[in-house]
């Protein structure tokens, strides 16, 4: 299912008839009062004008001086719908300049109280005249404000890609009862719980229930009771009609879902809405109630064979990973060529060849339990030059000449001045140096 919804400002003005003194009040049942009629098409009775029962022949919405002064909301709603192609759900019949081909024709009023903390120039929501009281507050520059909207819908069946024309809610209809789509049984039951909603979704009853409370315009006034409002943003009315089109599509979410699981109500004492649901005898109308599945908090849908198959599968990806894994890892690692990189790694790490070298010159024993980190057994040692010639310019044949007692000479336990250690690593690496340049 499509829907379109289009809405528009409308100049109210331009279809206003002058103030018209001495009509009858009934809203209060006061004295007479003034009114002004708007003229978009004729009301069946006195339908167009709650105010007073004198009205023209075209009048569609009204207001008298009585509701300007007296009434303290902020704003008042109404509206009227006229539908192609079904006079008889219609509320008015609009003259030629709000005639839309295949559409509905809705049309909202909105008598405007709010007093604004500063000027708003939204067509809609026009408030430019300084209140009299305050200057810091504005009011409506018009007495009423209109907003113009036209609905569209459209069915299509996917499975041989017809579609009906995009025209109004009964124009759809008539073309689905004449066969357009060529549904079968099971489409028919689907589009018969559609149109339902769809018909409920109409912006017609969205603004009868909801009333005043479906503008979002209450969301700047001060507080529940006042008239005071923050001013309102210069888009105000398209977001307005946003509202009213999403309100729409919600409404016919819920529609759809309450076929399945109707909502539950004391009618009156005693009587459950549930008691006048009407069963449905068509065996296809009756399954949908059990092919919907709704989103529900209360309640988690999953599938058990995709449970089952993820626990089993991850189960064995466990077992392999502590057991076969494992034992392959370890495995290389016991073989001749696995064994030959270690040692050749661990052979020619940076501090096996520190050692090496201090090796070399007689300095020991070394710890070498943690083999990447040999460390002297002995501790608190101290590395000092000897008192001949340092080893470092000695020529490396008479060094190695020397004998390992002379060689032991290299560090004692404090028999001569303690040196800085990196002294001693300096002259170790000279002797590297040396060795290597041999």
């Not at 569209?152 to 579609?163: H, L, T, V």
């Not at 000695?394 to 020397?402: S, V």
């Amino acid at each position: 299912m499509r829907r379109v919804t289009t809405c528009a400002p409308i100049t109210g003005e331009a279809y206003a008839s002058n103030w018209t003194n001495n009509v009858p009040e009934i809203l209060a049942g006061l004295s007479n009062t003034s009114a002004k009629f708007y003229e978009f098409g004729k009301s069946p009775g006195d339908q167009g004008c709650d105010a007073t029962n004198v009205t023209t022949d075209t009048t569609t919405f009204c207001v008298t001086k009585y509701q300007k002064q007296n009434i303290q909301t902020p704003y008042t709603i109404r509206a009227t719908t006229a539908y192609d192609d079904n006079k008889n759900a219609s509320d008015f019949s609009p003259i030629q300049d709000f005639q839309v081909a295949n559409s509905d024709v809705t049309l909202i009023s909105i008598l405007n109280q709010a007093k604004y903390a500063g000027n708003s120039t939204d067509p809609l929501f026009k408030a430019l005249n300084e209140t009299s009281t305050n200057s810091q507050f504005y009011t409506a520059a018009n007495d009423l404000s209109f907003l113009g909207c036209t609905e569209q819908y459209q069915f299509c069946n996917r499975g041989n890609g017809r579609c009906t024309n995009l025209t109004g809610l009964y124009g759809m209809k008539e073309s689905i009862d004449k066969g357009v789509l060529a549904l079968s049984a099971k489409q028919q039951a689907i589009y018969t719980v559609m149109w339902k909603a769809a018909w409920a979704m109409s912006m017609q009853w969205a603004i009868t229930i909801l009333s005043d409370d479906i503008l979002l315009a209450r969301d700047w006034v001060f507080t529940a009771k006042s008239q005071s409002s923050s001013p309102l943003p210069p888009d105000q009315w398209i977001l307005e009609s946003y509202n009213l089109h999403n309100l729409s599509l919600a409404v016919f979410q819920r529609r759809v879902n309450e076929y399945a699981s109707p909502e539950n109500f004391e009618i009156k004492p005693g009587v459950s809405s549930l008691d006048k649901i009407i069963r449905q005898e068509d065996p296809n109308l009756a399954a949908l109630c059990n092919l919907q599945k709704i989103r529900s908090t209360t309640h988690m849908s999953f599938s058990i064979l995709g449970m089952v198959i993820i626990l089993v599968v991850g189960s064995v990806l466990v077992l392999l990973d502590w057991f076969l894994v494992q034992y392959i890892f370890w495995f290389r690692a016991m073989t001749h060529r696995r064994l030959a990189k270690k040692e050749d790694w661990t052979q020619g790490g940076t501090l096996i060849l520190h050692k090496q070298v201090l090796e070399a010159r007689g300095i020991g024993p070394w710890n070498t339990q943690d083999w990447a980190f040999p460390t002297l057994t002995k501790r608190f040692l101290t590395f000092s030059p000897t008192e001949a010639e340092s080893e470092a310019s000695m020529p490396l044949d008479q060094g190695q000449g020397m004998s390992s007692d002379d060689q032991s000479t290299a560090y004692d336990r404090g028999k001569h001045t303690a040196m800085p250690q990196h002294s001693s690593v300096a002259e170790t690496y000279s002797f590297s140096e040396d060795k290597t340049s041999h």
